[in-house]
């Protein structure tokens, strides 16, 4: 079968949820995919629940279908992928698999995967030739299920969360019974292959940047530096324990009383409440403005209009962590300078003092790099010129793309 005889229903794609506006990389790659020639069904394991959408949703032409969130809101359909999946050839297989991770994992959460499984390998096209799951954790599960059901190879993409907070067990099950993974960070990679026993079949691929979706950088920023018109700090995140944003509110606590500056907050999420109430009684309420969920283009916009673009990522408690956030490469696309810290895969592309500036993830560091950079405008278009070109120079979109449709190219043949 050659790449014009194929159907879209070849090649699954599994996600968590479509639309996401904090995963824009997922829609920027399945966009670039489809440039690429690649045609493709997309499963979502969820519903969409932002209210608002990106431009690159609306581009994405692929089929969307959207398996049972859980399983008790659509009895008949689960029991129809189960009577279907039970006749399958290699259904036992799957069940074995399954059981063994049960006793591992014995969670309604374990149960819901199967169950999705069969839904897919029932309703997936007869065409099915392989699958395709973003996450290395639920929805490679699903994929993982499915793929053993309907006897096609399978493949992941792994980002943070997934590869953190997964046990090693599921993780070398997982990494030794797929044809290919990927993940966008060289501190994944590293950490992947050691639990491989194939690790030439993990590549690190770098989500980078469509460059051609973004406006030229604004003309040089106003130097403010604190003593006249207030310095604009954003930061494009959502709201939970691994962002660091008490941190960062701590950090802004800390600044002289005289100092002007705002700070802009872009994303939601379950600490909302916390944060604000924790920025009130810091005393920073009327400084301190929470947008919620925006779009592409809003974000652009406030990039475009800030003085400092800060993310102060930590280590969670359960141990979850960013990988390498998209919106440092965005921030970079406007040349704006950026003060994050110096945890996970954020080194690979914000080198401290040259393409931005990096701290220790706590309040009293983030406080003196933020006063320093504050009073520092000449430093600040130093440092937001180098991570531009670095950008451009490192970090553009073509190159993991064109590896990625050739692993994919190549599982579909």
Known sequence: MNEADRSAGSL????????????????????????????FDVWSMRHPT????????????????????????????VMKGAVHAIRLPRFGSALKLWLKHLLRDPTPNRVR????????????????????????HTP????????LMRGVPWGFSAHAKDIWKSPDWEKRDKLARSTFGATCTALGAGHLRGLSSHPGDLDLIYHGLD?????????????????????ILVSVGRLVEKKGYDLLLSALAQLPRELEWRFVHIGGGDLSEK??????????????????????????????QS??????????????????????????????PILSTNVSSIPEFIENGKHGVLVEPEASEIAGALLDMIRDPAARALYAKAARQRLVSSFGVDAGIDRLAARLNAALA
């Open 12 to 39: 699954a794609i599994v996600l968590k949820g479509w639309p996401r506006l904090s995963e824009t990389f997922i829609a920027q790659e399945l966009v670039a995919l489809e440039r690429h020639g690649l045609r």
């Open 50 to 77: 932002d209210k608002k959408r990106h431009a690159l949703h609306d581009a994405l032409q692929a089929n969307v279908r959207y398996l049972p969130e859980y399983l008790y809101e659509e009895p008949r359909r």
């Open 113 to 136: 995967r199967f169950g999705q499984a069969m839904v897919l390998a029932r309703e997936a096209s007869a065409d099915l030739r392989f699958i395709y799951a973003h996450f290395l």
């Open 140 to 147: 490679s599960s699903v994929a993982l299920y499915a793929s």
């Open 211 to 231: 460059l051609s979706r973004f406006p030229t950088p604004p003309p040089a920023r106003p130097k403010r530096d604190g003593s006249g018109e207030p310095v």
């Open 275 to 304: 944060l604000q109430a924790q920025a009130e009684s810091l005393g920073l309420a009327d400084r301190v403005e929470w947008r919620g969920a925006s779009n592409q283009s809003e974000v652009i916009e406030a990039l475009r």
């Open 307 to 336: 003085d400092i673009f800060v993310l102060p990522s930590r280590i969670a408690s359960d141990g979850d962590r960013d990988g390498l956030p998209n919106v440092l490469m965005e921030a970079a696309s406007q040349e704006l």
